[in-house]
């Protein structure tokens, strides 16, 4: 079956650190792959998007993300957070001939002082 | 702002009564989606639109009630909810598959609480 994975649950990281963040996806093809980001009460937001050719990807907001096929993996980082950067992150995943867009369960992100 | 307007913001509703959710978008997009958000579980596709056509249902109680009128509005009509219908309902759009630059984009969402 098609899944993706994001096997944090919670983050916390201090202002001015490194955040990763973790996603594997489980699909018979390569599939489209995505992060959003969600503050509270808040719509999804589109950071970046990978669909073919560079494995490293950049986005909005200082993100960038690493396609690694070999360990089926879309990993979000950021240099150096900022408090607001505080939200809820969401991985996900499309195959090019579909329309069903799945997403991983989420990762929220506390950024302490 | 994403080009993908939901409305209302909030709703509170009756077990017994009829609302609907309206979601619009101006990117020209093919593609309309409903998903449910609802706590501590990923996010659920409910009803899949393109070109006015529905072409994914998945599963979702008769008592939600998708309508496609045009590609650029997608309602979801509501009747005899129950307490866990409670969550956020999100709308999106998108180019549809085989298309270049094929992401969704998503509304605000419409918190609805079923009393």
């Known amino acids: 079956a098609q899944s993706v994975t994001q096997p944090d649950i919670h983050i916390t990281v201090s202002e001015g650190a490194s955040l990763e963040l973790r996603c594997n996806y489980s699909?018979?093809?390569?599939?489209?792959l995505f992060w959003y980001v969600q503050s509270p009460g808040q719509g999804l937001q589109l950071l970046l998007k990978?669909?073919?050719?560079?494995?490293l990807v950049q986005g909005i907001k200082g993100f960038e993300a690493e396609f690694k096929r070999s360990q089926s993996s879309f990993n979000l980082r950021k240099p150096s957070v900022h408090w607001s950067d505080a939200a809820e992150y969401f991985c996900?995943?499309?195959?090019?001939?579909?329309?069903?867009?799945?997403f991983g369960a989420g990762t929220t992100v506390t950024v302490r002082a | 702002e994403t080009g993908v307007t939901q409305t209302p913001r909030h709703l509170v509703m009756g077990m017994t009564n009829k609302k609907s959710l309206k979601c619009e978008q101006h990117?020209?997009?093919?593609?309309m989606y409903w998903y449910k958000q609802s706590a501590k579980k990923p996010l659920e596709l409910m009803f899949v639109?393109?070109?006015?056509?529905?072409?994914e249902n998945n599963s979702v109680p008769s008592r939600f009630s998708p309508e496609c009128p045009n590609s650029s509005h997608l309602f979801l009509h509501l009747h005899t909810l129950q307490p866990e219908d409670s969550a956020l309902y999100l709308c999106?759009?998108?180019?549809?598959?085989?298309?270049?630059?094929?992401?969704?984009?998503f509304g605000q969402g419409t918190r609805l609480t079923v009393v």
């Open positions: 999106a759009s998108s180019q549809g598959p085989g298309q270049l630059n094929t992401e969704a984009f």
């Open positions: 699909y018979g093809a390569t599939p489209y």
């Open positions: 990978y669909f073919s050719g560079d494995t």
């Open positions: 996900a995943a499309l195959l090019s001939n579909d329309y069903k867009l799945s």
């Open positions: 990117l020209g997009h093919n593609a």
């Open positions: 639109y393109s070109l006015e056509e529905r072409v």
